[in-house]
T-cell receptor
Framework: DAMVIQNPRYQVTQFGKPVTLSCSQT?????MYWYQQKSSQAPKLLFHYYDKDFNNEADTPDNFQSRRPNTSFCFLDIRSPGLGDAAMYLC???????????FGPGTRLTVT | RKEVEQDPGPFNVPEGATVAFNCTYSNSASQSFFWYRQDCRKEPKLLMSVYSSGNEDGRFTAQLNRASQYISLLIRDSKLSDSATYLCVVASSGGSYIPTFGRGTSLIVHP
């Protein structure tokens, strides 16, 4: 059974056209994370939520926003995608901070 | 100095070989340590947590050396299916939890 679900799996958007990626979890975990991963690089943390407490990484561009309307769902909004935003976007959850993370399958974003 | 460093490899080994990876970290206050496995174009999956006393899961053994600030992963009797990228994750407790990934070590097991 899927535990962390991401939709869509593949997303193509045009330069500057807003896009929203979604993540849902059936684990009832408190913490949700969004990562960006480019080829041959480590996943880079963009944001995380501990319950409703939002934590933004200092170097996350303003172009990236996030929402967590309830425990199960979390969204990543890219307001004006640039070519450099093409990447795999990974959502992860953990029961508590410092805990093991469970990842969704990712959304591969292409910007044309 | 990067917070979490790994040799990117690739480590190219024959089936049945024993291979070890290290991961160094710079924050001495780090408290949580993990190894993840990532297959090409897939998401990372937890391989094992790393405990202070070291831990073993079948062919995999993880160790933590706080004095020298590194964790290690040993794979015995390598299988073709072990071919993947192995990512270490280090995090410090207290305040906002920030897990930091290494860039991963690529392992290729050949017949």
């Amino acid at each position: 059974d899927a535990m962390v679900i991401q939709n869509p799996r593949y997303q193509v958007t045009q330069f500057g056209k807003p896009v929203t990626l979604s993540c849902s979890q059936t684990l009832n975990h408190n913490v949700m994370y969004w990562y960006q991963q480019k080829s041959s690089q480590a996943p880079k943390l963009l944001f995380h939520y501990y319950d409703k407490d939002f934590n933004n990484e200092a170097d996350t561009p303003d172009n990236f926003q996030s929402r967590r309307p309830n425990t199960s769902f979390c969204f990543l909004d890219i307001r004006s995608p640039g070519l450099g935003d093409a990447a795999m976007y990974l959502c992860a959850t953990s029961r508590e901070a410092e805990g093991e993370q469970y990842f969704g399958p990712g959304t591969r974003l292409t910007v044309t | 100095r990067k917070e979490v460093e790994q040799d990117p490899g690739p480590f190219n080994v024959p089936e049945g070989a024993t291979v070890a990876f290290n991961c160094t970290y710079s924050n001495s206050a780090s408290q949580s340590f993990f190894w993840y496995r990532q297959d090409c174009r897939k998401e990372p999956k937890l391989l094992m947590s790393v405990y202070s006393s070291g831990n073993e899961d079948g062919r995999f053994t993880a160790q933590l050396n706080r004095a020298s600030q590194y964790i290690s992963l040993l794979i015995r009797d390598s299988k073709l299916s072990d071919s993947a990228t192995y990512l270490c994750v280090v995090a410090s407790s207290g305040g906002s939890y920030i897990p930091t990934f290494g860039r991963g070590t690529s392992l290729i097991v050949h017949p």
